[in-house]
């Protein structure tokens, strides 16, 4: 079975074949980060129009990557949610259009099932159950997936996601955006132990997150300095605040792994390509003879080949979309 994946989530946009769910025959991703780089974040509005400029472009690349024609697809796999909503539609357009021209079954897909599926195609003996932790920009979500498609969310953030809270401290230090990948470089020239930050525990929910606290403090502090007068190393800090966030998702992580009996751990989304956060992981499930899985980089971050695995397990499973399929900015995981 070869599916052609289209996703326009947010500031890619991208397509992808892949055979089986497990091998990608092309994965085409044509990043917005230059663009948004201008305003600090992802502007909603410039993201469609350049969507609409870029997927055509991107299908036909997509499909020539792979040396396939249009007749040799068998399933289009979409990312229909969640996401903004003006983006996924243009991948949601698009891949109706494609699905009813040439009659081929159309599958939507959960952006986040997505993330986790990425490690499908690094890992061809993955299978479930196991657990996996995705921390990407909108989501830090502890999930156990049961099944193909079969998830049950333990806990989530109750304010910003992780890549979220290292965007926003990546701008405070000004090292401009995305900032996820800046800070993990500078701090790899700072001391995790220069600043004591603080990490966040709820006493009624052990595996929900927080990271609004932190980086208000790693804000605070920088302001602290400013008015005193004081100068500080933005590497400590950029090291200090990445440990204060890394050691809270592996400890949340590993707590889970031991109360559910887990020996199978996989991360997902775009800070898992975080070199200290899979330092982290891996050390840490090596301790307790559990299984690490994790992504290549390309596929950690927003790509279709992740779409393609997870429509490939969606179809097994008989999901189907008709021609009314919408974008749903707030799907919910495990939604249909
Ligand atoms: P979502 O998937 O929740 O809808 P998104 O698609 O915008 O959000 P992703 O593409 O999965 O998010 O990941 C982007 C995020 O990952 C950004 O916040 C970015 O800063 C962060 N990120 C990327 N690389 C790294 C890294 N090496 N270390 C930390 N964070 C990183
Ligand atoms: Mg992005
Ligand atoms: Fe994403």
């Known amino acids: ?25 092309s994965n085409v991703i044509s990043s917005q980060i230059d663009l948004h780089k201008l305003y600090g974040g992802v502007v909603p509005e410039i993201a469609s129009r350049k969507h609409i400029e870029k997927i055509n472009q991107v299908i036909e690349e997509a499909l020539k990557e792979a040396h396939v024609t249009l007749d040799d697809i068998d399933v289009i796999g979409v990312t229909y949610g969640p996401g903004l909503v003006g983006a996924l539609l243009v991948g949601v357009a698009e891949a109706k259009a494609i699905a009813y021209a040439r009659n081929l079954p159309l599958v939507g897909v959960h952006h986040i099932e997505g993330h986790i599926s990425a490690n499908y195609i690094e890992h ?41 809270a290292y965007d926003k401290v990546a701008r405070a230090i000004g090292l401009g955006y995305p900032g996820g990948p800046k800070i993990d470089r500078l701090a790899k020239e700072g001391n995790p132990e220069a600043v004591r930050f603080p ?4 006493e009624d929910a052990p595996y929900d997150f927080s990271f609004s606290g932190l980086k208000s403090a790693v804000l605070n ?6 008015m005193k007068g004081e100068t500080y190393d933005p590497a400590d800090i950029a090291a200090s605040f990445q440990k204060a966030v890394v050691d809270v998702l592996v400890e949340k992580a590993m707590c889970a792994a031991e109360e559910f009996g887990i020996y199978k751990f996989a991360i997902a989304g775009g800070v898992a390509s975080n070199s200290a956060l899979r330092v982290g992981m891996e050390a840490a499930c090596k301790e307790r003879g559990i299984q690490f899985y994790y992504p290549s980089p390309v596929l950690c971050t927003d790509n279709a080949a992740m779409i393609g695995a997870a429509a490939y ?24």
């Open 1 to 25: 079975i070869n599916v052609l994946a289209v996703e326009s989530s947010c500031d890619e946009t991208a397509a992808a074949v892949v055979h089986n769910g497990r091998e990608v025959l």
């Open 124 to 164: 061809p003996e993955l299978e479930p159950p196991f657990f996996c932790l995705v921390v990407s920009g909108g989501h830090t979500h502890l999930v156990r997936v049961k099944d193909y498609g079969v998830y049950e969310i333990l806990g989530r953030t109750r304010d910003d996601a992780a890549g979220e």
């Open 313 to 336: 397990y969606e179809y097994l499973a008989g999901t189907r979309h008709g021609w009314d399929l919408n974008a749903v900015p707030n799907l919910k995981l495990g939604e249909r």
């Open 199 to 202: 990490k966040a525990h709820m």
């Open 221 to 226: 502090y920088i302001n602290g300095c400013k």
